[in-house]
Nanobody
Framework: QVQLVESGGGLVQAGGSLRLSCAASGRTFSSYGMGWFRQAPGKGRESVAAINWSGIRIYYADSVKGRFTISRDNAKNTVYLQMNSLKPEDTAVYLC?????????????WGQGTQVTVSS
């Protein structure tokens, strides 16, 4: 079983930046694909960014391309989401997820989420 714990959320003004972290338990983090998702009130869950086990394959939603950067540090069992030029529409609960097969699609484990609020 893998536990994922997100941190780094908060309240920021439009145009500001935040860096989210997702720390994973277990010794096989380096083999997992990792993804960041978000869910705003009244809306469905949206895939924001993902990185495969090696870090070679990376995905971004069109809505965040050029503003968000996903990265991973396997030595720290942590995946990051650097969010720049934040907009009010980025307000949501951000969750990380892990894919045991190392890819970008089929997530087996989920964190509880961290709230990001962007004020205009």
């Amino acid at each position: 079983q893998v536990q994922l714990v997100e941190s780094g959320g908060g309240l920021v003004q439009a145009g500001g930046s935040l860096r989210l972290s997702c720390a994973a338990s277990g010794r096989t983090f380096s083999s997992y694909g990792m993804g960041w998702f978000r869910q705003a009130p009244g809306k469905g869950r949206e895939s924001v960014a993902a990185i495969n086990w090696s870090g070679i394959r990376i995905y971004y939603a069109d809505s965040v391309k050029g503003r968000f950067t996903i990265s991973r540090d396997n030595a720290k069992n942590t995946v990051y989401l650097q969010m720049n030029s934040l907009k009010p529409e980025d307000t949501a609960v951000y969750l990380c997820a892990a894919d045991r097969e190392g890819g970008l699609r089929d997530y087996d484990y989920w964190g509880q989420g961290t709230q990001v609020t962007v004020s205009s």
